[in-house]
């Protein structure tokens, strides 16, 4: 047993050990996994704010939305994958990009009107955005028998319906490129004449992947300019001071947390605080995989989940000290009591969890950021709670600490 106990904590240990070194170096010369490789948001690492709003007294919702997909795929066209477009009120939308110090170039960039062209083989001009009427996704069979797939459904005006047909009729057979700002969103094949000022694109794409290209065709061919109405720059030193600032008080939080554990609960404590470095590792590999944009709320998500994740641990030593109290065995107390804690921890984490995803697909900005390591936190905590703290609980049980006021009995 003595055996089978140290080789549990030898493997907690190095566990600990590389979770450490990766968060910190990561892997190769690109830092992969690593704290380097943590996207940073517009609080932390400055940039631009830009709030744009529509020229008309009324915008509709689908027109709204067709803007707000024109200006992220002109960002994400820029390279500047990180930015954040989100619609404010009825007309405006704020759009936020870190890393980015001059607001007059971003505005350059992305506010112009977007130009929508359909274009032949060689390069002519066949008709513009401003033709297309309406675009939108459609579910349905395009062949005869066949089965039912995503395609976008275009309709054209008067003048569009005429240039249209002109155009397929001259080019059945051959492509027709839809180019939004220079470039090809799609590329259908012409199959036949289309004179009713009605069309389809098909392709090997999903619903989301229809809806976009719909959502970009309708920009094209938008019935109001976006103007700016705010811009300001973030600068640089301000992130800085606020990552600095965010970092000490997460340092100085999970000190205090692992002291405390320590003091209270003993050799418990000392379990729960080798879990919370495994749980701190885990949580900073997890935010560079799924390369989440860390903000100053993002921080305060963490900083809560370090939390959870004690008091998950919490829950579980009390539970096991009553299992003492009542007699029973160090090995049954110990079983017991994780048993016992599983079901309110799991319940506790879960409504939370189910509280953040709110925050998630409702919110935006910063609330998404927090919701994003909150979810992430809350997940990473119940393993490390239910599953490493377990392993090294019962690793020093079985290496031969046995005697039960290591474990929070208190003996008369």
């Known amino acids: 047993m003595k055996v089978r106990g140290r080789m549990m904590l030898l493997v907690t240990l190095i566990v600990a050990v590389l979770l450490s070194m990766l968060s910190y170096k990561g892997i190769g010369a690109e830092k992969a996994l690593s704290v380097n490789r943590i996207e940073q948001g517009l609080d932390l690492s400055g940039g631009v704010d830009i709030v744009y709003e529509a020229d008309q007294p009324t915008v509709t919702d689908a027109e709204m939305k067709a803007a707000i997909s024109l200006l992220q795929g002109r960002l994400d066209w820029s390279g500047w994958t990180e930015a954040e477009v989100a619609r404010e009120g009825d007309k405006r939308i704020r759009v936020q990009i870190p890393g980015v110090a001059d607001a007059e170039e971003a505005i350059q960039e992305i506010g112009q009107t977007a130009q929508l062209s359909f274009v032949d083989e060689a390069g002519n001009v066949l008709l513009t955005g401003d033709m297309v009427k309406d675009a939108y996704k459609q579910v349905g069979a395009t062949d005869p028998n066949g089965p039912s797939l995503p395609y976008v459904a275009l309709e054209f005006n008067e003048e569009g319906k005429q240039r249209f047909a002109e155009a397929t009729q001259n080019n059945i057979g051959k492509v027709i490129y839809i180019v939004m700002d220079d470039e090809v969103i799609s590329a259908p094949v012409v ?117 959870m994740a004690v008091d998950a641990n919490i829950v579980i030593f009390e539970r ?49 950021g927090f919701a994003t390591t909150l979810m992430i936190g809350i997940i990473v905590s119940m393993f490390t709670a239910l599953v490493i703290t377990r392993i090294i609980v019962k690793g020093l049980m079985y290496a031969g600490v046995h005697n039960p006021k290591y474990y929070g009995l208190r003996l008369k």
Not at 353 to 360: E, G, M, N, S
Request: glycine share 12%; hydrophobic share 55%; net charge neutral.
């Open 191 to 307: 199959q036949t004449a289309i004179t009713d000022g009605h069309a389809m694109i098909t392709g090997q794409f999903g619903g989301e992947e229809a809806e976009e290209l719909a959502s970009l065709i309708r920009a094209g061919s938008l019935p109001f300019n976006l103007n700016v109405i705010q811009m300001k720059n973030v600068g640089a030193r301000l992130g800085a001071d606020a990552l600095s600032t965010g970092i000490k008080a997460g340092i100085v939080g999970i000190i205090l947390v692992l002291v405390y554990m320590l003091i209270s609960y003993k050799l418990l404590g000392f379990a729960a605080d080798w879990a919370l470095v495994i749980y701190i590792g885990l949580e900073l590999v997890a935010l560079s995989l799924f390369h989440v944009t860390l903000t100053l709320p993002g921080i305060a998500g963490i900083i809560l989940s370090v939390g």
């Open 320 to 368: 096991v000290k009553e299992e003492l109290v009542m007699g029973k065995s160090l090995r049954a107390a110990i079983k017991n009591g994780f048993q016992r804690a599983t079901s309110a921890i799991i319940d506790g984490n879960v409504t939370t969890l189910i509280a953040a995803a709110v925050l998630f697909f409702l919110g935006s900005g910063t609330v998404k």
